[in-house]
């Protein structure tokens, strides 16, 4: 069997370059596209190099990048124009190989094995895209080379802007074992941290656990990891025609003031839940579990999820899981910039569960049948019209 030649291309500060297409004379002077600078909502999204030079980080605020360069240019977000460049340079990309899937709107893996023939090995197909898109949307990419699409990505992150990075067979682990453990993808911050309580600061620290010794440490997602680190992930990369997969439904809210308490937070739970439970069975899907993204005004951010006993579409449930996370990681009184609810492990909606009799004759039957009926008013006459008595006339932007 031959070996797959995944790549992984990641088009460089793209909402920033997209703008300065529109503005060349800004090219070398630190810029950044940012949302309202005089609302809570004004955030650096991107920057160009030279504002990086000063320290300039994406996510954080604009005053905080004003600290750190005082002469930053602003330029306002256009993700129409984001979208239509999305679009132009996934059809270079089809030009070497039709599985192409778009990873978010600057990223996209492609398999490649089958095309080599015609436009050489994964290199020179690399720096043929990035020249191509280059010289025919005035955008640079970053590509990394690999045969599994986790290496490919993390490939395309080591050397920026434009250049290709090839992590194959021979130097893999040469290279990526010597990184910090939070480097590897999905490695997320609380899941760096608990791996560092147990003396496992590198990737390659991990690569000495057995399997098993990783999934009694971390679940499911310590198989996961495991197969990560020992080069044996295989997902395939998506044909450009296949549909999307819905991994998860969520729905955030950077809310008017910050919520303090119960009952602020209650207000904000109802209103997201309400929406996720509403997008989950538009889609024919329930959930096998519920995640909460809570940011404080200092924007740190904590997650938190917990696995359900049945799968569930069901407002009240989705809610009342929300709130029980909140209420065993947060304290109330604390304030909260901005949440997040969000359902995981997605399931289509006749997956079979058994139900107890008590549910089969009530309960959850009824719950469900009176969300749907909720969802035919709102699906006739708009969204909002129907809605939880506790969101009325609130002051903290939510309806």
Known sequence: MRERVILHCDLNAFYCSVELLSHPELQKVPTAVCGDPLS?????????????????????TVWQARRKCP??????????????????????????????????????WLDVTGSQQLFGDGKTIADDIRATVKRELGLSVSVGV????????????????????????QNWRQILYPMPVGSL????????????????????DLAK??????????????????RYVNGLENEPVRHIDDPDEIKSIGNSTTFRRNLVGLEDIRT???SLSSLVGYRLRKHAL???????????????????????????????????????????????????????VTAISLVPEDTGEQLNMFEQSGGRLRLEALDRSLDKVQNKYGKGVVKPASVLKNDIGVD
């Open 40 to 60: 809570r909502h004004g955030i650096i999204l991107a920057k160009n190099e030279a504002a990086k030079k000063y320290g300039v980080q994406t996510a954080e």
């Open 71 to 108: 002469g930053l240019q602003l330029l306002p977000p256009h993700h129409d124009l984001y979208a239509e460049y999305s679009v132009k340079v996934n059809e270079i990309y089809q030009r070497y190989t039709d599985q192409v899937e778009p990873f978010s709107i600057d990223e996209s």
């Open 146 to 169: 690999s045969f599994c699409k986790v290496f490919a990505k993390m490939g395309s992150d080591m050397k920026k802007p434009d250049a290709t990075t090839v992590l194959d067979r």
């Open 185 to 204: 993808l999905f490695v997320g911050q609380a899941t760096e941290e608990k791996l560092e309580r147990y003396g496992i600061k590198t990737i390659g």
């Open 209 to 226: 656990l057995e399997e098993d010794d990783l999934r009694g440490l971390l679940g499911k997602q310590g198989g996961t990891l495991y």
């Open 268 to 270: 904000g739970v109802i």
């Open 286 to 340: 329930k959930c096998y579990g519920v995640q909460v993204t809570i940011k404080d005004p200092q924007f740190n951010v904590r997650d938190r999820q917990t696995q359900l006993q049945h799968p569930t579409n069901i407002t009240r449930e989705i809610y009342s899981t929300a709130m029980e996370l909140i209420q065993k990681s947060w304290k109330l009184r604390d304030p909260i910039r901005l949440l997040a």
